[in-house]
């Protein structure tokens, strides 16, 4: 795969150029917009701090395959990933952040592929161009953009998630199953996807040869691939077990279900105000642009119209996308329906190509006033986020427990904001300007009873102690 990739490189200037853009983009001021870590940021890069002084996460636990963080579990993906930058920068926003944009380019890339394999039934420049246009419209899409640059265990399951897609359509099925165990182990939403995407596919590639011996061939793949997928439930299942967070998914009823999947397409959330909630996305922004809804009627008249099973294979997906999203109580969700920004951007290029075709004799025109059209898009997005993102949501990334515990060593913190622990840890330095000690927080600190919800909150370590309510002298 690593070959692949430089070999596609080597040989796409325009798509090194989108990868370019990609990075400048979110490589700006990473480690200052959003202008603190998020209470998750903290505890996945603490986390994988601690495991790469001691082995063992904040609990003691040896090297887990699920982190315990306040009385839900994360999943290990991202937090090794996280080990790994940190190993060369420290405990820093920076290192947190950075396998996030990391991820991202391999989706924009792997999107790239995806919709080239997708579009091999029209002319291969047309085929080429609706690619590039899908991984560029995917780059600047504000529906990725800032999980893209900061801390979000999705960016690595929607990577894993699109090369996996590319693979199963090359008919690479053990290969695919690997990723998508991967992504399965990336971001919870692709726990649910998985299957839903996998199953059909094994079903498919078995049943898609009358003949003997390629059959049994085929056979032993499918059994291959489901033997990997069962060996890796087994620590899923446990998961589910033991997560507090599954309690909270079950309080959605069927009828809400079907009305949360509906809202993840209203016009409100993809074009006016998008998700609500200021990690998500700019208020009062839109998870796609304006423009975006021209072409994704366009997209879906011509996919109809097309009759391709590949293209029918973008609607399959762009109808499951949201389901994760639809089972919880916050909704719409635009974290959890995150598959739906890709997929968007693909259907939105085709829309474009559809509308090339009517103008054949300004077909260059066309796609050239158009790029234009999503470039100034994009370019105001990116000025206000650059100029007024930090303005409007420092307080919904806790930059308060950053401004604390960058000046306090010790001391009473009433617990305001949530986990003023992990902020402590994160961002507190002892008297000698070392990060905490993992061992040293363990040895040190004193538990709250758990909460109705299961959650695990510290009441102190060390020299600091964080009650409900500081008393006043």
Avoid at 242 to 268: A, E, M, W
Avoid at 325 to 353: C, F, Q
Avoid at 456 to 470: I, Q
């Amino acid at each position: 795969m690593v070959k692949k990739l430089l070999r596609l490189l080597q040989t796409n200037f325009v798509l090194i150029l989108i990868c370019l853009l990609f990075l400048g983009t979110r490589l700006f001021k990473i480690d200052t917009i959003p202008s603190s870590v998020y209470w998750d940021e903290a505890s996945i890069g603490y986390n994988a701090y601690s495991i790469l002084q001691t082995g063992r996460d904040e609990w003691g636990e040896f090297m887990p395959l699920h982190f315990r963080a306040f009385g839900e579990f994360k999943l290990p993906v991202y937090i090794y990933s996280v080990m790994f930058t940190e190993s060369i920068f420290g405990l820093t926003p920076f290192a947190v952040r950075l396998p996030s944009v990391i991820y991202g380019l391999l989706s924009v890339i792997g999107l790239y592929l995806v919709v080239l394999e997708l579009t091999k039934n029209l002319p291969a420049q047309a085929g080429k161009l609706l690619s590039l246009f899908s991984s560029y419209l995917f780059s600047i899409s504000p529906w990725f953009f800032i999980f893209s640059r900061t801390g979000y265990e999705a960016t690595a399951g929607l990577a894993f998630f699109i090369w996996a897609i590319y693979l199963i359509i090359r008919n690479k099925l053990i290969l695919a199953t690997l990723l998508f165990i991967g992504s399965a182990y990336s971001y919870n939403s692709f726990r649910i996807l998985t299957p839903l995407v996998l199953g059909p596919a094994l079903l498919y590639f078995l049943l898609g040869t009358s003949k003997l011996r390629l059959l049994k061939k085929r056979f032993t793949v499918v059994v291959v691939s489901i033997l990997f997928l069962l060996i890796s439930i087994f620590p899923l299942y446990k998961l589910y077990k033991q997560d507090s967070g599954l309690s909270r998914l079950q309080t959605v009823g069927s009828k809400n279900i079907v009305q949360n999947y509906i809202k993840n397409f209203s016009p409100d959330f993809l074009f006016i105000t998008g998700d609500t909630n200021p990690r998500s996305q700019m208020l009062n922004t839109g998870q796609l642009y304006y423009l975006d809804a021209i072409f994704l009627v366009l997209g879906i008249i011509y996919i109809l119209k097309k009759k391709d099973r590949k293209l029918y294979y973008i609607l399959a997906i762009l109808l499951l996308a949201p389901i994760p999203a639809s089972i919880t109580k916050e909704n719409p969700h635009a974290l959890r329906s995150i598959l739906m920004s890709p997929i968007m951007s693909v259907i939105s290029a085709i829309g474009i190509y559809y509308l090339s075709n009517f103008f054949k004799k300004q077909k260059q025109l066309i796609f050239v006033t158009v790029l234009v059209l999503y470039s100034l898009c994009f370019e105001n997005y990116m000025y206000k986020f650059a100029t007024q993102y930090n303005n409007l949501s420092s307080s919904s990334w806790q930059i308060e427990y950053k401004q604390i515990f960058q000046k306090q060593k010790s001391g009473c913190v009433f617990d305001e904001f949530a986990q003023p622990y992990i902020f402590a840890l994160f961002y507190g330095v002892d008297d000698e300007m070392n990060k905490v000690d993992p061992n040293y927080f363990i040895a040190s600190r004193v538990l709250n009873p758990v909460s109705d919800w299961g959650f695990s909150t510290v009441a102190s370590f060390g020299n600091y102690t964080f009650p409900k309510l500081c008393q006043t002298k």
